[in-house]
Structures are given as structure tokens and as C-alpha cells.
């Protein structure tokens, strides 16, 4: 059983939870991922690691509520137990001098990327962050990784903080001004990743996207998370989760995150169904 030493509401439907699990904060590197179970009932669901702390022995994930499980955690509180937390897994992201990084992030995808921002900045790197949301209530870790940022932007859909606009209107402007960019590093949802990789693709300025596929095991034995990436067949947790950008097919990757829609809506409309009666008790 794995303790939840701290909770925090970062947005009205993004918490922040930092767990005690000693063996996995002790070999976390940035860009890998755990996967966890609630209870023995519970399905196995990933989570990319935002930060951890060896001295404590913690890992910080940050869920989005979106569905059964993820509404299911969201309402558990400091004290309360996971039965099941594994990782870390996945390779760690390539961390290098570069020259100058720009680290893309959106929605919850900005507490993934925090910890590359952080160990970029370590390795010497001129490190530009851009982050994203729909407003400005739901950015997350923006004092964080503006602390390790060079030149830090902020992109809203309606304009209530930053750039009005998308994450790529600022990456083009940049493009535009003949800003010298070595690599992009970009974390969000997958039609924010593709986008970021058509706009860099003409410029040839490598892009690497950290794919965020339905995953079951997590060790690359069911094939449930399997990706394409230069026309070849890959699994995003043992081969990723980060891929060059440019060499997904994240058509591919939309599509089957939505395969089980119907499933996931009638989780949720039963598990609703059932805490209600339980508040009505």
C-alpha cells in the first residue's frame, strides 16, 4: 500500500498528489511514468512522474478529472492508501547541452514537462518554456518552471493570462524572429503534440513528443499502448514514452485513445450513480 502524504488542488479539476514510494523516487529520472491501481477492483491507469524526492522517498503525479479512476483518486485524501503504485517506467528523456531547448506544455502535460525544464537547465541549456491552457484557472506549475526558464511564455484560449491564442502562435513567433532553436520538447494533448510537430517539421528543428497511449501493463506485453512512429510499430512504454515528433502518426494516436469511449462513459455514469447513493445513505 502506497500512502498519500499530500494533496493539493492546482485547477478546479487538476490535484496534485505526492505519494510515498521510496524504490521508485530513489531511480525516477525525468520523463518516465508510473502506473497505478486504487484497489484491487480498480484498472490500471499511468501517470507521467512531475517530480519526486529521494529525501522523502515521494513521488508528486498530477491527474486531470476525466474519467472513473481519475475521479475516483481525485476525491481520496491525504492518509488514504493506493493499493498499487509500479515504476519507474519507460526510458528517461534525453538530457544534453543542446544550445538552446524549447520546452512546449500543455494542460496537465506542463507538471510532465516540468521536470525536464529542470534537468535541461541543469545540463546547461538555454531553455525557453511556453505553457498552455484554456484559461488562465487551469495553468499549473507556472513559478516552477518559470524558475528554470530563460524566457518563459504563457498561452491561453481566451485570453485571460498570456498570449491570446495557442502555444504554437508563440513557438511561430519565435520561429519567425529568427530565434536560434537547437530542439522542441513538447508534452500536452496529442493534437497540440501534432501541431507542434507540423510547424517544426519544415524548419528541421529536431522535436521530440512524449506520447500519452492507453496503457494495461506498462512492460510491453499486452500491445495496448502500441504507437506508430516512422511507419513502424512501437510500444510507448518500453520503446517511449518520448518519440522524434516528427515520425509519429498521431492520427493513429487520437484514434485509439478514443477506443474505448463508450466503455469509459459508462464506467463513469456507474460510478456517479453509486457514490450518489452512498451520500444519499
Known amino acids: 500500500m502506497y500512502k498519500i502524504v499530500a ?10 498528489f505526492e505519494i510515498s514510494a521510496p524504490l521508485v ?27 519526486w524526492s529521494r529525501e522523502k522517498g515521494t513521488v508528486t503525479i498530477v491527474i486531470l478529472e476525466v474519467g472513473k479512476t481519475t475521479r475516483q483518486l481525485g476525491a481520496m485524501k491525504e492518509g488514504d ?8 517506467l519507460g526510458k528517461p528523456a534525453e538530457i544534453e547541452n543542446y544550445g538552446t531547448t524549447v520546452c512546449v506544455g500543455g494542460g496537465v502535460g506542463i507538471a510532465c514537462i516540468y521536470p525536464e525544464v529542470r534537468a535541461l537547465k541543469a545540463a546547461g541549456n538555454r531553455v525557453v518554456s511556453i505553457i498552455g491552457a484554456r484559461s488562465k484557472n487551469l495553468l499549473i506549475f507556472e513559478e516552477e518552471i518559470r524558475k528554470f526558464s530563460d524566457e518563459f511564455y504563457i498561452a491561453t484560449d481566451d485570453g485571460s493570462k498570456g498570449h491570446r491564442g495557442f502555444v504554437s502562435d508563440i513557438l511561430q513567433t519565435l520561429i519567425n524572429t529568427n530565434k536560434h532553436i537547437d530542439r522542441v520538447i513538447t508534452v500536452g494533448p496529442p493534437i497540440m503534440m501534432k501541431v507542434i ?6 524548419y ?3 522535436t521530440v513528443a512524449s506520447l500519452n497511449p492507453i496503457m494495461v501493463d506498462g512492460t510491453g506485453m499486452c500491445g495496448s499502448c502500441r504507437v506508430i512512429v516512422g511507419g513502424e510499430t512501437k510500444f510507448a512504454c518500453v520503446d517511449g514514452p518520448e518519440f522524434d515528433a516528427h515520425l509519429v502518426d498521431f492520427d493513429h494516436l487520437i484514434a485509439r485513445n478514443r477506443r474505448y469511449v463508450e466503455e469509459e462513459a459508462l464506467s463513469l455514469r456507474n460510478y456517479e450513480e453509486a457514490t450518489s447513493k452512498c451520500r444519499k445513505l
Request: aromatic letters at 6%; glycine letters at 8%; zero cysteines.
Open 7 to 16: 494533496k493539493r488542488e492546482l485547477a478546479p479539476t487538476v490535484k496534485l
Open 25 to 51: 523516487a530513489n531511480k525516477a529520472k525525468a520523463g518516465q511514468f508510473i502506473i497505478l491501481r486504487i484497489d484491487e477492483k480498480g484498472e490500471r491507469v499511468p501517470f507521467t512522474i512531475a517530480d
Open 81 to 88: 492508501h493506493v493499493l498499487n503504485f509500479v515504476g519507474p
Open 197 to 202: 510537430a507540423n510547424l517544426t517539421r519544415p
Open 204 to 206: 528541421g528543428i529536431r
